[in-house]
């Protein structure tokens, strides 16, 4: 009996090292994973487009992407920062940069191209988005266990986003290969006798959209947005109600004759033959200006470790990840 009571004792190690192996071989992925990697940056590199009064379509003014002018598709740049509150939630601070143009001349609708305005503009917006990601881009093993394969993580995540922010714009129109601001040109008689106030620079803005990802390796992810952004001004085209009286505009921009003025008369209604009168229709007030952005992203993740184990750090540096 004591012989056999050795006999065990001796024999306790061995089984507690022999059924350790597996846990110290595997590492399982855990529900709290995603907290490892709550921050991401993100980068953004595509185009923009303008959606107001001026261009578009063959017909009157359309609302949303309807009267939409793929020539006039300009460059667009982004950067953001994400922070995860849930593993399916969270939200992004973003600056993004776009250029938006439009032109009359594009169209085959008469009143539009009668008119024959034209425009440019930058547009700088800064925004916070409320993400929710029902689907999330995973590599590796379904658990993450070591050398395990079948039942792979998806490679593709689904989000979409909603947010608010501010924009700064400044239309221009090309004046003898120049380009002239139109705000200080007062173009539809802003600040004038018996014309509209002055509009400002900068407005709200609602952004939203939805994207697509796909997972490369652990930091790495790429991806395609398509952002639409609803703003509270009618002016980022310069366009937006009635023409005011054309030779009042050239008294206010230096007189008759000079050449001051004679450019603000012309940026106002440029059309060829007799210019519109005053209080004829120009814009459409209660059809705000809304812009497109469609970017390719690149994400990274910045993973954070929180343990005093040095250990288990290391193991989840040097993971294996089976695809």
């Not at 012989?3 to 190690?13: E, F, I, K, M, S």
């Not at 992407?65 to 953001?80: G, H």
């Not at 939203?208 to 952004?229: A, D, N, P």
């Not at 033959?273 to 390719?296: K, N, T, V, W």
């Amino acid at each position: 009996m004591r012989n056999a009571a050795t006999a065990l004792r001796n024999l306790l190690p061995v089984l507690a090292a022999w059924l350790c192996v597996p846990a110290v071989g595997q590492y399982f992925r855990t529900t709290d994973y995603w907290k490892t990697h709550r921050n991401e940056i993100t980068i953004g590199l595509g185009a923009s487009n303008f959606l107001g009064e001026l261009g578009g379509r063959d017909q009157i003014g359309s609302s949303f992407i309807w009267d939409l002018e793929v020539s006039q598709t300009r460059p667009a740049f982004s950067i953001a920062h994400r922070y995860y509150l849930r593993e399916k939630f969270c939200m992004r601070t973003q600056l993004a940069y776009g250029v938006l143009a439009g032109n009359d001349n594009l169209t085959e609708e008469p009143a539009r191209k009668r008119r024959n305005l034209s425009f440019r503009s930058d547009v700088i917006e800064l925004a916070m988005f409320l993400e929710f990601h029902p689907y999330t881009e995973e590599l590796g093993h379904l658990y993450d266990i070591r050398g395990v394969k079948g039942q792979k993580s998806s490679r593709v995540g689904l989000y979409g986003f909603l947010g608010v922010g501010g924009l700064y714009f400044n239309p221009k129109a090309k004046f003898n290969n120049a380009w002239v601001e139109l705000k200080p040109l007062r173009t539809e008689g802003q600040g004038l006798e018996g014309g509209p106030a002055e509009y400002s620079n900068f407005s709200l803005c609602i952004p939203m959209g939805i994207g697509i990802r796909k997972q490369l390796t652990k930091e790495l992810s790429v991806g395609l947005e398509m952002q639409y952004t609803k703003t509270f001004t009618d002016y980022i085209d310069d366009v937006s109600g009635n023409y005011y009286d054309n030779a009042l505009i050239a008294e206010a921009n230096g007189g008759q004759g000079s050449p001051s003025g004679e450019l603000a008369a012309y940026l106002a209604d440029p059309q060829t033959g007799d210019r519109y009168g005053a209080g004829e229709q120009r814009g459409d007030p209660d059809d705000l200006d809304a812009y497109l952005f469609l970017r390719a992203h690149l994400h990274y993740k910045l993973y954070k470790y929180k343990t005093r184990s040095k250990k288990y750090r290391t193991r989840l540096r040097r993971q294996k990840i089976v695809f």
